[in-house]
């Protein structure tokens, strides 16, 4: 299958072959149930990601997914912020990054599976780069995720370490202001620390001492 137009998007990509083999995928979108199936075989712990989940519903999502993308091709700052969402939806559900590759093989076999003698090396080309940058992208979802959730940390840290300074102040303040002589001494003996009820203890009692 040649295009006659072979103008590439902003992301390197061969946006006319890309949609125009998408054109006959949408009418075979049986592709999609086809993919699910042979990724629950090989790797059948990702069902547990579908557990609540109705995959009718879930294979019309993928499919809508993949409309939005092939839509936007041309102009990937429409469509970047949201595959950046969804990669760190996947980040939160414990999705790993390499799970991406098996991912893309599946569905890669299942388009070309789908599209038949149509589907050309040019095809396989052009669908492999595409959804090695859709991979991408998603995953740069999973660095804004980390980086949020130092963020949140640090913050945590920073609010948890106030507290303990207020409350050291505090106690500090009791022990100054206590009518009980307080000292202190660390393991050598050496005082660290004495109130004011000791100072005035000890210039009470400075001539006997």
Request: net charge neutral.
């Amino acid at each position: 299958m040649q295009p006659n137009n072979t103008r590439k998007s902003p992301l390197g990509l061969n946006v006319e072959l890309l949609q125009s083999t998408f054109k006959v995928l949408v009418k075979r979108r049986s592709f999609v149930k086809k993919f699910y199936n042979n990724l629950f075989l090989e790797v059948p712990e990702a069902k547990s990601y579908f557990q609540n989940t109705d995959m009718v519903q879930q294979q019309k999502k993928l499919l809508g997914a993949l409309k939005t993308v092939v839509a936007k091709l041309h102009d990937p700052d429409a469509m970047i912020p949201g595959l950046k969402s969804l990669g760190e939806f996947h980040s939160k559900l414990g999705v790993t990054p390499d799970s991406y590759d098996v991912v893309n093989r599946h569905l890669l076999a299942a388009m070309k599976d789908a599209a038949g003698e149509m589907w050309s090396d040019e095809c396989q080309i052009a669908w492999g780069d595409a959804l090695n940058t859709v991979s991408s992208i998603m995953q740069e979802g999973y660095k804004e995720e980390r980086n949020s959730m130092t963020v949140d940390t640090n913050l945590k840290n920073n609010a948890s370490s106030g507290k303990a300074e207020a409350e050291l102040v505090k106690v500090q303040g009791i022990l100054d202001n206590a009518f009980t002589p307080i000292m202190m001494i660390d393991r050598d003996f050496v005082i660290t620390y004495v109130n004011q009820a000791t100072v005035n203890l000890l210039e009470k009692n400075q001539e006997t001492l």
